[in-house]
């Protein structure tokens, strides 16, 4: 042979030849060294797929036909969406293939044929994986647009069911079943049931009571300033919210509308009021919905702008990471450059599964098994920072929970707690069965640190999405937080700690666990 000539690989020989071995090292790390998913997938079907991708592969680099691989990129994008794998796993199982078949060509040829082989397999390998990337993307969005356009929908009709409840409200009767007052020189003089009862008293236990002593003590001027302003021709005055407090000390949100009438022998004030408690937190829902309709469509761009080039880039970044002349500083701006793109992946994800609405899995599960085995999940990173835990958890009742999103809200929460305490100080995590007579009975767990104490101001903010005071990541740790427990009915809230520090609380109801309820 001239030194100038080079002997092609014969693929078809090769492939013929070990076909049997390859598919099966395929399958067996397709299920070991891939992910959780894949190794959950029945064997016959990763045996089925696997023949398929490789019959492809083989016209591909045989014949140099593309379009067996092209329906079955199709196919196993649909497949792996309806799955919900991840993207990159998928390219990692497309490029197993490479993985295993170099060291057999390795063995089956010399250097120059297997130069040439390589690039005709990486040639084959970059097709194949750009198309997937292409398509998977494409059918995400789709996915995520389709949702986008539900949520759209679901804020449409809210927004109907808002203005069709606020126009029942202004129509006044004469016979009403809201509350009804009769206020003479700032002294309660009558009140119907209705008021009676949504301020905890009995028919007569009002009368002759100041009707500021059921008004929080910051509304009092708003409440004087309106029945001041009250029109002297009969005419209602413009409704004004406030917060009433009931017999028991509890504050609910509530509408009132003023009128003068002729009460008895005098003039008087009337008051109409209504509890709105129901009215504000569907204003709160239809507002989260338009946020996680924003998210989404945020992520749908993301998703198509920057994953499938980010895709590209990393594929490139790992070939020239397994480069053997790539040495000292070089090597270490690459292996730099694959960190930061996989930090960069984890937040796209981090944006596209908020996006996502939360199901529940709901099983009977105790708390504080969770709280402990998500302690020694964290083991590590407690250790390098010196801190101690200390666990102060009461004997709890079963509640009926999806378990696996209660151990990602204490992780997140003990992940933050041992970010923001100081080395060498403690973490103290608490649980309790909190009863009340006004409130059904609850779980509580309660997580605090060490720390800077998070100022007041703040205590609503950071569970907002992408509010964050890190240099790293998306923001999203504390409002994934507040979603999930909010989904199970219960309240997330913190608070400043005494004399440094913060303490995270969540509440989660707890319920019937035989009730028939496993759903999201």
Not at 142 to 161: G, H, P, Q
Not at 413 to 441: M, Y
Request: proline residues 4%; charged residues 30%; contains cysteine.
């Amino acid at each position: 042979m001239k030194p100038s000539e080079v002997i092609h690989f014969d693929w078809a020989d090769f492939l013929h030849r070990y076909r049997d071995a390859i598919i099966r090292e395929w399958v067996k790390r397709l299920r070991t060294e891939i992910s959780e998913r894949y190794s959950q997938r029945p064997e016959s079907e990763l045996q089925k797929t696997i023949s398929a991708s490789f019959a492809a592969n083989c016209r591909l680099l045989i014949f140099g036909e593309k379009d067996e691989l092209d329906r079955f990129i199709a196919a196993i994008s649909r497949l792996r969406l309806e799955g919900d794998f991840p993207l990159v796993d998928v390219q990692k199982a497309f490029d197993l293939f490479r993985h295993i078949i170099l060291p057999l060509i390795a063995a089956s040829c010399n250097i120059e044929t297997f130069h040439h082989a390589v690039v005709e397999l990486n040639d084959c390998m970059a097709y194949t994986i750009y198309q997937f990337s292409d398509l998977f993307q494409k059918l995400h969005r789709r996915r995520l647009i389709d949702y986008a356009r539900k949520l759209k929908t679901e804020v449409s009709f809210k927004t109907a069911e808002l203005r069709e409840s606020e126009l029942k409200y202004k129509t006044l009767v004469e016979d009403i079943t809201d509350g009804y007052v009769v206020i003479h020189e700032g002294l309660i003089v009558f009140t119907n049931r209705a008021f009676s009862a949504m301020h905890g008293y009995g028919g007569a236990d009002l009368l002759g009571k100041s009707f500021l002593e059921l008004i929080t003590p910051c509304d009092h001027a708003a409440i004087l300033s309106r029945l001041h302003q009250i029109p002297a021709d009969g005419e209602d005055s413009p409704a004004l919210e406030y917060d009433r407090i009931t017999r028991t000390g509890d504050i609910s949100p509530t509408e009132i509308k003023f009128k003068t009438i002729h009460y008895g022998d005098r003039w008087s004030q009337i008051g109409i009021c209504r509890d709105i408690t129901e009215r504000i937190e569907l204003g709160k829902k239809m507002r989260e919905a338009e946020r996680l309709a924003d998210i989404a469509q945020i992520a749908t761009s993301l998703s198509h702008e920057i994953r499938n080039p980010l895709s590209a880039i990393k594929m490139n970044l790992q070939i020239l990471q397994r480069h053997p002349e790539l040495v000292g500083n070089d090597r270490r701006r690459v292996d730099i450059a694959v960190h930061e793109m996989h930090r960069l992946e984890g937040i796209l994800q981090e944006v596209l599964d908020f996006a996502k609405p939360v199901t529940l899995e709901k099983t009977s599960c105790s708390l504080n098994p969770i709280l402990m085995q998500t302690i020694e999940l964290l083991e590590m990173k407690f250790a390098e920072k010196r801190l101690d835990v200390i666990l102060d958890l009461d004997e709890l009742p079963d509640l009926l929970m999806d378990g696996r999103k209660i151990e990602q809200v204490a992780l997140n929460l003990l992940l933050n707690a041992a970010e923001a305490a100081p080395d060498g100080t403690a973490i103290r995590v608490s649980s309790r069965r909190r009863k009340s007579d006004h409130k059904p009975p609850e779980v509580v767990f309660w997580v605090e640190d060490e720390g800077e104490t998070i100022p007041q101001v703040l205590c609503e903010t950071i569970f907002k999405p992408f509010f964050t005071t890190k240099s790293r990541g998306a923001g999203l740790g504390l409002s994934v937080v507040r979603r999930l427990v909010e989904a199970h009915g219960g309240c997330v809230s913190v608070t400043g700690r005494v004399p440094g520090g913060s303490v995270f609380t969540v509440a989660l109801p707890e319920g019937d666990v035989h009730a028939n309820d496993f759903g999201g």
